[in-house]
């Protein structure tokens, strides 16, 4: 019988948890397996923490862990992966607007081979404001990563015990957790789920994190890439800027030669072609630096630590 671990953040949601606890277990008592639910309070300043223990004290599969101040989501997903115990993972939000009835139909799918489902919002209930940024921001993501999902930032996942042992999240990492997971080499899908409209509470995100995103974006596209190879792209930057520079520096040089020696060329001291030569050589030399103290830097960690197919 397998073990479902249900990963829950929690951040001021003290109105829905008792109800969000009833639903879990109407949604998963019936079923043949057996789960555990993990509440992640991420610093709340309501009895969030308190109704998370008393939850607890009556039921031995919900366990509560509380951080002293806030952390954010990512940090809530990531301590929840490491404490888990499930064969099966899904993560969902505490607000009341992921259906725990959709966690057996993920579940399936993650039996039909799938090492990760994300939920996808097709239908939202939130205002028009939030709802078309949130497109632009999704058709971006899927573009640049090339994983045809419509909906990153959608709280209600499905994973494999495997994924979430081998991935680890930090700062808002949690909204590339496909794009993270496919860069270990896991297989991601996507399936449509409902969408409840806001019962209690406003929401804790604004439009800020349109704009944060693109910047965690190109973090994790930049690591999943360059991480273990930084020269690769410090040194190739390097490498067209210093033959830039040197390539200007040696048409000039034979200018002033050709003056110098036949009084047909051009002396080169005042001209802004010289500066920028320098200024391309100099700077295509540092990039170059860069690369190798990354190397550096990256041969003394410890090596990446491949994930071991079960089949093998």
Request: glycine share 10%; charged share 20%; net charge neutral.
């Amino acid at each position: 019988m397998s073990l479902i671990s249900l990963v829950i953040p929690v951040y001021n949601e003290e109105e829905s948890l008792v109800e969000l606890y009833n639903q879990i277990r109407q949604a998963l008592e019936p079923s043949t397996h057996e789960f555990e639910v993990l509440f992640v309070d991420d610093g709340s300043q309501d009895k969030s923490l308190q109704i998370m223990h008393e939850l607890g004290s009556e039921d031995p599969r919900v366990k509560a862990i509380g951080f002293q101040r806030n952390h954010g989501k990512a940090t809530a997903l990531n301590t929840g992966f490491q404490k888990c115990e499930g064969d099966y993972v899904i993560t969902m939000d505490a607000d009341l607007q992921d259906d725990p009835k959709e966690v057996l139909e993920l579940i399936a799918i993650l039996d039909s081979g799938w090492d990760m489902v994300s939920g996808w919002k097709k239908v939202r209930h939130d205002p028009i404001g939030k709802r078309w940024p949130s497109k632009l921001y999704n058709f971006t993501v899927s573009s640049l990563s090339g994983i045809p999902i419509h909906d990153f930032n959608c709280g209600l996942k499905a994973y494999t015990r495997k994924v979430v042992k081998n991935i680890e999240l930090y700062g808002e990492m949690h909204r590339y957790i496909p794009v993270l997971a496919k860069q270990k080499g896991f297989t991601c899908t996507e399936k449509v789920v409902s969408h409840r409209a806001r019962k209690y509470g406003e929401s804790k995100y604004g439009i800020k994190r349109l704009f944060t995103g693109y910047l965690d974006l190109f973090t994790v596209m930049f690591l999943g890439t360059y991480m273990r190879k930084p020269m690769h792209f410090f040194g190739l930057a390097g490498m067209i800027l210093l033959v830039a520079g040197m390539g200007i520096l040696a048409f000039l040089s034979v200018q002033w030669f050709r003056q110098y020696l036949f009084g047909t060329g051009q002396w080169i001291g005042g001209r802004p072609i010289f500066y920028i030569g320098m200024l391309l050589s100099i700077i295509g030399g540092q990039f170059i630096s860069m690369g190798l103290l990354g190397e550096l830097i990256t041969s003394s960690l410890h090596k990446e630590k491949p994930v071991i197919r079960s089949d093998d």
